[in-house]
C-alpha cells in the first residue's frame, strides 16, 4: 500500500465544508469578506487521501451496474466485530449494531427515543457542538456541566455532575475520547460515570467517534467494557468516518447490548425509514475495519509528529499554552494570557493571520479562551498554519 501523507490535493471547488463553506460562515459571523487566501484547519476532516483499499472497494461495488435496495451484509458487520475486537478488546455482540447515517442523527435519534420535549440532557462542556445543539433543536433542557482544567488537560468534577444528576436528567451524553480537550478517558473515570448513571437512572450516550486516533501511551476504554457496564443503560456511538477520512460517505452504528433499549431505539429507526447504510457505504465500511490498519497505523505516527511540531511552536508564542492530546487529531489551544477577547482573536486569525480555526466558544462558554485547529493536513500545510498563527499575533 503507497501511503504519502506529504502529497497535497486541492480540495477547493469540491464542494468541501473546510476548503469551500467556510467562506459563507466567516462571512456571516466575522464580515470577512476576502476569503481567497485563507488557510482552513477548522472541521475534523482529513486533507489526506483515504486508504486506497475503501476506495478500492467502493470501485469494485461501482462495478456492478445495478444499484438495487440493498442491507448490510454479515460480512461487514463481522469486520466491525472483528476490528474492535483487536483494537479495543471488546466484543460486539453483532446482533446489538443498529446502523444510522452519522453520529449525530443517531444522537437525534437516541434523544427522540428516550426523552420527551422538556426532558433534562446533561453534557461535560466545552465539548463538540451537536451535544447541545442537537437537543435544543429538539426542545430538551440542556445541563451542561462544566470539566476542569489541571494542568491543561480536562477533568471530571464528580460532584458538580452528580449534582446535576439529582435534577432529574434523563441521558447524559459523554464524548470519549473527548473533544476539544483531547483526553482518551481514564477507566476510573469511565467506572464513575456508569455508577452515576446506574444510581440516578440516566441513561448514558457513549459518542466514540474519536476511538481509533489515539496516541502512544494512552488507551482508549470503550464504555461498554467498563465495571457494571451490562447494568446500566448504555448506548454506544460509533463510525469509522474519523478514522479513515470518510466523513462524506455518511455511516454510522449504535451499539446496543440492552434487548428493550435496542427495540425501542429500533422501532424509532423502522418509523423514519431509517436503520441501513447505503451500499457504497456499507463497501466503503467493510474494507475500512477488514483492510485499514496500516494505514491507520501511519496515519497515526504522522498526526503524531503533526502534534509535537504545533505544540513546541505555538508554546513559544507569548500567552499561548498548548499540550499534546492523548486522542484526536484536534489540538485545543489556550490563550487566555493573551488577554485577548475572542472576536479580536478572530479578526487577528482571518484577517491578519489568514488562518480559518475554531473559536472555543463554539464548544460552549467554558470553551472561551480556547481555540481549536486542526492537523490532520501534511506536514508543509501544518507549518504554514503555524507561521499564520504567530503572524496574527505579532
Ligand atoms: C464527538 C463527535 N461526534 C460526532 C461527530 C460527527 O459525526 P457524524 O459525522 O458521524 O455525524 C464529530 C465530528 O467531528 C465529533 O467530533
Redesign the pocket.
Known sequence: MSINFDEHYNRRNTNSLKWDQFKDRIRAKYNVVDSDDILPMW??DMDFAIPTVITDAIKNRLDHPIFGYSYVSDSCKEAIQRWFEKHHNWTIDTKTILFH???????ATIVETFTKPGDKICISTP??P??FNIPQALKREVIACDLVLNHNAYEYDFNALEEAFKTGVKVYIL?SPH?PGGVAWSKEDLEHLVQLCIKYDVLLLS?E??ADIVFNGYKHIPTLTVKDADKAKIVT?I?P??TFNI?GI???FMVVPDDQLRLKLNQNLQAHGLGELNLLAAAAVEAAYEKGEEWLNNMIQYISNNMDYVVDELNKVEGISVTKPNA?YLIWIDYRETGLSEDDMMQRLLVKGRLAIEPGTKYGEAGRGFLRINVACPLETVKDGVARFKKALS
Open positions: 472541521v475534523a447515517q452519522g453520529v449525530v442523527p443517531a444522537i465539548v463538540y451537536a451535544f464524548c473533544n459518542d467517534i474519536h456511538c463510525a468516518t474519523k466523513a455518511h455511516a454510522a484526536s
